[in-house]
């Protein structure tokens, strides 16, 4: 089937395809820089810490601020959609051995992300890094007992939020900052208050640093734990939504990697959307755990990019990418990630939600699941074909060879 015949296919159940292809080519989404070199930064030497991991060996990954520019250049050229580029700390770039540790990290060595950035019409969003650092004492960052730790850490914040504003300042968007920790205990701890009251203590003189917020949108991210911290997490959903909920301007930020493995994140948007004017996601794809595998167009990623959509909620959701594997390659890996959230996006914007309410309101529940079933069998890949052609993005038959050239060329000569 053609294009035309497509958008005449759902013309019929009212919906302008070509209304839709404009209007989701100017929704950005944050597209993460650390799928490129295993969340490894330049700032550090050490292995990944803080609950997280990557695994897989596959060659060629990025090991300078150049060869990561680069790669990332490789994987905007093959997908379509609206880019902002999603930054954390330890991505700073340090030039003439300049170093400084990250309570002293300034805008300036973030320059030549902002100018990669500028170039190419791209707003930036911003991670404090609280792990791989030899500060992280005891698995603890924010809500360590021990005060020169944790003032370490709060410096770090306030950095950030002085980085971030630049970020804004310097690209005309506002940059979206998150916290998240991977503070925690391994096995039952005798304390779960103490280590929230100062995590909350903590937030709080991080956000005593003077900033615009209309420019920089801080989040706090939950999680329910990780690897070596698995009995414990200060920073969990309750902690967080509630932290949100009490500070005025501040964006709970839900990753859905940081849920037990039946919860779901698409009924939860709507929750939170009852109350906060905005939020923010991290989109990725737990198996069993948060394993961060690459996202793909499946029931669940669907199901959230749905929710988005009917709530009316592109304006008020920030989303972001969060997913790192280093068994495939990488570039494919961001393509193939970037691109499945696109086509859950593009699939929502093709759904009759209104006719759908309608028949859920009149308790028309038979026809409801009945037209559920029926719209999965529309035309979507045409649509998705045609959104591709106009972003100027390659369909996944060209742009597989076009990865494979470029690591034959490029990345297995690292
Ligand atoms: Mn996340």
């Given amino acids: 089937m053609s294009y035309q015949d ?27 820089c650390w799928q490129g070199d295993d969340v490894t930064g330049f700032d550090h030497d050490g292995p990944l810490t803080g609950g997280i991991q990557t695994t ?10 150049e060869e990561l520019m680069d790669d990332i250049d490789k994987a905007i050229s093959l997908m379509p959609g609206k880019k902002k580029l999603n930054l954390h700390a330890c991505y700073a770039i340090f030039e003439n051995g300049g170093f400084a540790d990250r309570d002293k990290i300034e805008p300036r060595h973030f320059e030549k992300w902002v100018k990669f950035a500028k170039e190419r019409g791209m707003g930036i969003d911003f991670n404090p890094t609280f792990f791989s650092h030899d500060k992280v004492k005891d698995n603890l960052t924010l809500t360590s007992p021990d005060e020169e730790t944790r003032k370490f850490w709060i410096e770090h914040g306030k950095a950030c939020i002085r980085i971030s504003e630049y970020f804004a300042k310097e690209t005309g968007v506002p940059c979206v900052m998150n916290i998240w920790i991977g503070d925690g205990y391994k096995d039952i701890p005798s304390d779960r208050l103490g280590p929230r009251l100062r995590y909350k203590d903590s937030i709080e003189q991080i956000l ?12 706090v991210e939950s999680k329910v734990f990780g690897v070596g911290v ?15 909920a009490t500070h005025e301007g501040i964006l709970p ?36 755990w948060d394993s961060d595998h690459v996202v ?3 029931d669940e990623t669907r199901e959230m990019a749905k929710e988005i959509v009917r709530c009316n909620a592109l304006g008020k959701v920030y989303m972001a990418l969060d997913f ?37 309101d009149e308790n028309r529940l038979t026809e409801l699941l009945a037209m559920h079933e029926e719209i999965k069998m529309l035309p979507f890949g045409d649509v998705w074909e045609e959104y591709c052609r106009v972003c100027g993005a390659p369909v996944q038959s060209k742009w597989i060879e076009d990865i494979k050239e470029y690591e034959k060329n490029v990345l297995l000569k690292r």
């Fill in 56 to 65: 897989g060996n596959y060659p060629g990954k990025a090991r300078t601020p």
């Fill in 324 to 360: 790192f594997d280093a068994s495939i390659n990488r570039i494919a890996a961001w393509v193939i990630g970037f691109s499945s959230w696109q086509k859950a996006l593009l699939s929502a914007m093709l759904t009759p939600h209104e006719t759908l309410k309608k028949l859920q």
């Fill in 253 to 288: 930020l839900m990753d859905n990697g940081h849920y037990h493995p039946t919860e779901v994140v698409s009924d939860k948007i709507p929750a939170l959307l009852t109350f906060f004017p905005e939020i923010a996601l991290h989109i990725t794809r737990g198996i069993r």
């Fill in 208 to 219: 005593s640093e003077p900033y615009d917020k209309s420019l920089v949108k801080v989040c």
């Fill in 230 to 244: 698995e009995a414990y997490t200060a920073g969990s959903s309750e902690f967080t939504l509630t932290f949100a």
């Fill in 6 to 32: 497509a958008k005449k296919r759902y013309a019929g159940i009212g919906i302008d395809t070509d209304a839709v292809i404009g209007k989701l080519r100017e929704i950005p989404v944050s597209l993460h």
């Fill in 296 to 298: 793909v167009f499946d």
